[in-house]
């Protein structure tokens, strides 16, 4: 009977070990998307976000990089070889990154990702080195367009990424990435976390507030947006379907390298020849004031008006300028 009951407690006890639910076990179980990487258990974009318009009939289609996406039913995408999405305040990066089943990274995500495996303050190694991202002798569109002068309506005009030598098609600075496989987390374009600061530096400043990794802008709101912020999206692992669900629009032209500047095609859209005079400008020195950390739009400035669209595909939704 002793050795009876002890059978039966052993079965009984297999019994409910077999019919209990197992977590999926961390280390190598667990999937991302085949748009993001593994960090920890976070699931994070290889590439800055750009946007997809979700037009009335459900269909999708690339949404200007050069225009604030305030009033757009849009969701965020990782795409290599197209320009990232600027002009975005915080809430409109967590608005796009819901609409695709995702999330805003978190701080300590956004960190870890860009410090990748070996925990470097780059994300190719401790110390910097010029042009490995896109933060190395760019120009100020700022300066040669307005010769200088960072107000509202300026820092939003829908020309500025558009001139040479300013924001890069995302993952084409090859070797601005790391073991886990996410690119131009430092440089290129500011990045949006959920606690209302954008990190990494953009194409004109990587060190100012901080080096690299480390680069933290604090001085704004969560409305405010310019040309230079932009963001990425992360979820949590087994979160999201292996591949999105989501019928793809027709990919975004990638820029031309060799371009002369007279037909300035990104992304699927366009602008004439920008006619500024860029002599004697020393765009490669001059770092957006605004986006140091240093100084804060002052608070008569309207952080939500609209600006000037670059040729949008939907003419009938641009705003007036106030």
């Known amino acids: 009977m002793r050795v009876m009951g002890r059978l039966l407690g052993v079965c009984a006890f297999s019994t409910l070990f ?17 748009d993001m990487a593994r960090v920890g258990e976070t699931c994070v974009d290889k590439y800055e976000a750009s946007l997809l318009e979700v037009l009335d009939d459900g269909s999708e289609v690339p949404f ?41 990274c978190r701080a300590s995500e956004w960190k870890a990702a860009c410090r990748g495996p070996d925990n470097t ?3 190719y190694g401790s110390t910097r080195v010029a042009g490995a991202c896109v933060d190395t002798h ?14 509202e309506s300026r820092m939003n005009d829908p020309r500025l990424n558009q ?12 070797a601005c990435t790391n073991g886990y496989g996410v690119y131009d987390m430092v440089g290129n374009v500011h990045e949006w976390t959920d ?36 963001f990425r999206c992360c979820a949590d692992v087994d979160s999201l379907p292996a591949d999105e669900e989501h019928s793809d629009a027709e990919e975004p032209a990638v820029p031309d390298p060799s371009s002369n500047g007279d037909d300035l095609r990104l992304a699927g859209f366009s602008l004439r020849e920008v006619d500024v005079d860029t002599s004697g400008v020393q765009g ?4 957006c004031v ?33």
């Open 18 to 34: 077999l019919a209990t639910p197992v977590r999926a076990q961390t280390g190598n179980a667990g999937h991302c998307p085949s």
């Open 138 to 151: 760019r120009v100020s569109p700022i300066m040669k367009i307005f010769k200088g002068g960072h107000f």
């Open 195 to 230: 606690d209302g600061i954008f990190r990494g530096g953009y194409y004109l400043d990587t060190e100012i507030n901080g080096e690299g990794c480390e680069y933290v802008t604090a001085a704004h709101a969560p409305v405010y947006h310019d040309y230079s912020t932009g």
């Open 121 to 123: 303050r780059y994300p």
């Open 290 to 322: 605004l986006c140091t950390g240093r100084s804060s739009a002052p608070p008569s400035w309207d952080l939500g008006s609209s600006v000037p669209r670059a040729l949008a595909p939907r003419p009938r939704r641009s705003r007036r300028r106030r």
């Open 163 to 174: 001139l040479e030598g300013t924001v890069a098609p995302t993952g084409t600075a090859t």
């Open 64 to 104: 200007s990089p050069y225009e604030i996406p305030k009033k757009h039913n849009v969701r965020a995408v990782s795409r290599p070889g197209v320009v990232p999405q600027a002009y975005t305040s915080m809430f409109e990066a967590r608005r796009a990154c819901n609409a695709s089943g995702k999330r805003l």
């Open 284 to 287: 490669e020195a001059w770092a």
